[in-house]
């Protein structure tokens, strides 16, 4: 069964609004998780890295007040994406590290489409 | 220059047929090389690890060759359902990974 769960699967917003979508590893902490962006036929590209407790890091060229990320919780971490736009419209993905056997898990992602 | 560089495809190729991969990157810093798999719109699956010294898993087999930063996937007897897209993916360390855009194989009757 899946170890990280991502919620929503998809979401259709109106040009404007906040979306959030939620990361949650299930089995075990996870005091880093990352959030990828996926444009059609492109790869995924590391948006930001959130670390439980601190402020996340964010990759050059990514809007930290634009792509708010929290990380309150040994197993929760949020991206919500503030007053979206048509261009925000993408496959979001996450993923967790688990220390303890040094994998990575990822969620099923959230595609978002901004109207 | 894109730190991870693969061939875009698509592959097309029949059921049964043998096919290959190839993976360029720039940093040779770089510690760990993965293959995953990505149906569409969904996550990336772990497929293998590549290893300097090759490795082999069923159909699957992946080169390193880091002298060239070069990374191979070969698959034998290709069936349906691998069609996918097939991400090379470098990491500096265990969790930060650098995607490529993916290469995509499309196997048919």
């Known amino acids: 069964g899946a170890v990280v769960s991502q919620h929503p699967s998809w979401v259709i917003c109106k040009s404007g609004t906040s979306v959030k979508i939620e990361c949650r590893s299930l089995d075990f902490q996870a005091t880093t998780m990352f959030w990828y962006r996926q444009f059609p036929k492109q790869s995924l590209m590391l948006m930001a890295t959130s670390n439980e407790g601190s402020k996340a890091t964010y990759e050059q060229g990514v809007e930290k007040d634009k792509f708010l990320i929290n990380h309150a919780s040994l197993t929760l971490s949020t991206l919500t994406v503030t007053s979206a736009h048509p261009e925000d419209s993408s496959f979001y993905i996450c993923?967790?590290?688990?220390?303890?056997?040094?994998?990575?898990?990822f969620g099923s992602g959230t595609q978002l489409s901004v109207l | 220059r894109k730190e991870v560089e693969q061939d875009p495809g698509p592959f097309n190729v029949p059921e049964g047929a043998t096919v290959a991969f190839n993976c360029t990157y720039s940093n040779s810093a770089s510690q760990s090389f993965f293959w995953y798999r990505q149906d569409c719109r969904k996550e990336p699956k772990l497929l293998m690890s590549?290893?300097?010294s090759g490795n082999e898993d069923g159909r699957f087999t992946a080169q390193l060759n880091r002298a060239s930063q070069y990374i191979s996937l070969l698959i034998r007897d290709s069936k349906l359902s691998d069609s996918a897209t097939y991400l090379c993916v470098v990491a500096g360390t265990a969790s930060k990974l650098t995607f490529g855009t993916g290469t995509r194989l499309q196997v048919t009757l």
């Open positions: 590549v290893y300097s």
């Open positions: 993923s967790a590290f688990r220390v303890t056997n040094e994998k990575l898990f």
